[in-house]
């Protein structure tokens, strides 16, 4: 059995944040099919299967890592709406929250409550270390949420061809 650093679950409000189910995929589809949502992360849309690797990956980050992105399942309908978590590919600076509502859900202020929700939960697992937000500096949808749940912009990157920002979250109390 494979030990985690975070809880597999946690709950908000309107929202449980858990492992993604092997038909995550399908919803998470409609994220990565989207070029607004894709523009300043991936810079294109996926096909199917692009899109089932990608979430493959977003679930097998917990193996490698001991901690990754949650899938958000809204408690009302049980729709699963988008992703939030911790994320720390290779090639970036240090470990981030990343959120990615999909088309549909967005608006209605889920990435910053489970990003609240992933907030607190690394000040306890990880004291000391707050966390960055990796944006591209063109993506103000992504910013708006950054500042919302109280990160500050530190600094500007080029990373992969763009411009990327990095803003810390709160350290807490």
Known sequence: ???FDI????E???LILRQFRKDDWRAMHAHYADPD???YTLGRVLSEGESWRLTATLAGHWLLRGYGPYA????AGGAMVGTVGLWFPVDFPEREIKWAIHPAWQGRGFAGEAARAVQSMARTVYPGQPP???IHRDNAASIGVARSVGAQLESEI???GGRFQVFRHPAGD
């Open 1 to 3: 059995m494979t030990s």
């Open 7 to 10: 809880p597999l679950q946690l």
């Open 12 to 14: 908000t409000e309107r």
């Open 37 to 39: 949502c894709t523009r």
């Open 72 to 75: 958000l399942e809204e408690k």
């Open 132 to 134: 960055i937000s990796f």
């Open 158 to 160: 080029d990373f992969r």
